[in-house]
């Protein structure tokens, strides 16, 4: 079992839906959760940053860590073609330490 | 703007040749930065941890004499790819936590894309 489980998708939305990428891991010493952007051949993007469980949320991103059922979700409002790329959660033990990552979810928002 | 500058973006070398990519931290100090590699629509696979001033320290799986790795200053990391081959070919990422506000977040490069022929 991987430590950071992501579906993979792909996923495909119209333009101005609301989306919903998930999660789960495993390893109960995780602290920190992260999201990451990547569009194609280009390294990740830092969206989202999250210390141990809550909400925290930022323009049309809303992160939200569920440390009792170890759940991670970033959800976007109204999507925008520009929008579509590969989302990445990850997550690690230490602020400063090697993330852990799930597969990424490849999202089209289509307009 | 850019946190991780990386360099070269592309490189294309012959097989049993040597390429050097670096890694450099903007405005910034780096006591570790962090090198993956990733495949076509795979995820990142880290490889090695750099550190500054001591050995890096590598995946299991990763063969340090093949990847070496060179932390020379606080805000600088290479690696190294020797006697490339073509089944070296891959996007090569580093990363460096940076403190914001007294929490630190990792940024990544724009990533290497290495082809080996």
């Known amino acids: 079992q991987k430590e950071v489980e992501q579906d993979p998708g792909p996923l495909s939305v119209p333009e101005g839906a609301i989306v919903s990428l998930n999660c789960t891991y495993s390893?109960?010493?995780?602290?920190?959760f992260m999201w990451y952007r990547q569009y194609s051949r280009k390294g990740p993007e830092l969206l989202m940053y999250?210390?141990?469980?809550g909400n925290k949320e930022d323009g049309r991103f809303t992160a939200q860590v569920d440390k009792s059922s170890k759940y991670i979700s970033l959800f976007i409002r109204d999507s925008q073609p520009s929008d579509s790329a590969t989302y990445l959660c990850?997550?690690?033990?230490?602020?400063?330490?090697?993330?852990?990552f799930g597969s990424g979810t490849q999202l089209t928002v289509l307009p | 703007g850019a946190v991780v500058s990386q360099h070269p973006s592309r490189v294309i070398c012959k097989s049993g040749t040597s390429v050097k990519i670096e890694c450099r931290s903007l405005?910034?100090?780096?006591?570790?930065m962090f090198w993956y590699r990733q495949f076509p629509k795979q995820s990142l696979m880290l490889m090695a941890t750099s550190n500054e001033g001591s050995k890096a320290t590598y995946e299991q799986g990763v063969e340090k004499d093949k990847f070496l790795i060179n932390h020379a200053s606080l805000t600088l990391s290479t690696l190294t790819v020797t006697s490339a081959h073509p089944e070296d070919s891959s996007f090569y990422i580093c990363?460096?936590?940076?403190?914001?506000?007294?929490?630190?977040?990792?940024?990544f490069g724009e990533g290497s894309w290495l082809t080996v022929v």
């Open positions: 999250t210390y141990s469980s």
């Open positions: 990850a997550s690690s033990s230490g602020s400063a330490r090697q993330l852990t």
């Open positions: 990363s460096a936590p940076r403190g914001v506000q007294g929490v630190n977040t990792i940024y």
């Open positions: 405005d910034f100090q780096a006591t570790t």
């Open positions: 390893n109960s010493a995780f602290q920190y």
